[in-house]
């Protein structure tokens, strides 16, 4: 098992940016396909990024739009999430989950491991 924890939420402006990071723990970190997804009250939890144990990295550009970007250094066992132009519909909780299927997959039910997450909060 892996042991997943994120940090690097918090308060931000409109048009700020944040790096959130993801520290795992437990079994070899290079096993895992690893993934953010986020929830904001009230809605469904959505697929932001997700990125290969030899860092080929997707997110979703329908919502993201290029400001956020995905990467992971291995040496260090974390997952990181770089958001830019940060917006007030960007507002939620960010979790970090991991696979060992070597799977990409936009929808959470592919990802057997989860943080507890961290907030992000943007105001306008």
């Known amino acids: 098992q892996v042991q997943l924890v994120e940090s690097g939420g918090g308060l931000v402006q409109a048009g700020g940016s944040l790096k959130l990071s993801c520290l795992a723990s437990?079994?070899?970190?290079?096993?895992?396909?690893m993934a953010w997804f986020r929830q904001a009250p009230g809605k469904e939890r959505e697929f932001v990024g997700a990125i290969t144990d030899h860092g080929s990295a997707v997110t979703n550009e329908d919502s993201m739009k290029g400001r956020f970007a995905v990467s992971r250094d291995n040496a260090k066992n974390t997952l990181y999430l770089q958001m830019n132009s940060l917006e007030p519909g960007d507002t939620a909780v960010y979790y970090c989950a991991a696979n060992d299927r070597n799977q990409v997959d936009p929808v959470p039910t592919a990802y057997d491991y989860w943080g507890q997450g961290t907030r992000v909060t943007v105001s306008s």
């Open positions: 437990g079994r070899t970190f290079t096993k895992y396909v």
